[in-house]
């Protein structure tokens, strides 16, 4: 008789403080994905920091706002990558695409970036809210991405230390001292 897909997932759960199941560890290191995501997070974190300055500088002066609003959709492109590449990693490595419970909370805020970020390019392609409101949306859903990355590297902090922690106790274990004497 075939597991159902819920005692699957009953078996799929970590340790407790693990993040990944050894086999979801193992998928995760094979997947191409998971380089996908670490060249993609850093470099969504260098244009977010690029257009916040621009952002700023508009609020701050009038001047410069193509500037801006330029790196706001690309900011925006970016997010939405790394949406679709994460959703496609998540499905590798958990066997859903999106809400994993390794990542579920994140997601959650993750969708709240989206919107926020999906509020900004209607704002500028079909409102007429007026460029300063355009730049609040965005300056909005900045902070609720830098609350998303904080969320993120945080997880995986607790992760990496939950992990190695680990590896030290098992080798701990493989190297418990003989209570036999020499004879």
């Known amino acids: 008789m075939q597991p159902s ?9 970590p340790a407790d403080g693990q993040l990944y199941t050894p086999e979801q560890r193992a998928r995760r290191d094979a997947t191409k994905w998971t380089l996908v995501q670490g060249v993609l997070a850093p470099l969504q974190f260098v244009v977010f920091a690029v257009s916040l300055a621009l952002v700023v500088r508009y609020l701050a002066t009038g001047e410069g706002y193509v500037a801006a609003t330029v790196s706001i959709l690309i900011k ?16 590798v490595v958990f066997g859903q695409y999106l809400l994993a419970p390794a990542f579920f909370w994140e997601d959650v805020v993750s969708f709240g970036v989206i ?18 409101v355009e730049m609040w949306i965005a300056l909005a859903a900045y902070a609720a991405y830098v609350v998303n990355a904080v969320q993120f590297v945080w997880k995986l902090r607790q992760a990496r ?17 003989s209570t036999e004497l020499p004879a």
Not at 76 to 91: D, N, S
Not at 116 to 129: E, G, K, M, P, S
């Open 5 to 13: 897909r819920h005692d699957k997932a009953r078996h799929d759960r």
């Open 76 to 91: 925006t492109a970016v997010l939405y990558t790394i949406m679709v590449t994460g959703a496609i990693w998540e499905k």
């Open 115 to 132: 919107a926020l970020h999906t509020l900004y390019v209607y704002a500028v392609l079909f409102a007429d809210w007026g460029s300063r």
């Open 161 to 177: 230390l939950s992990a190695a922690r680990a590896d030290r106790e098992a080798a701990a274990a493989q190297v418990t001292p």
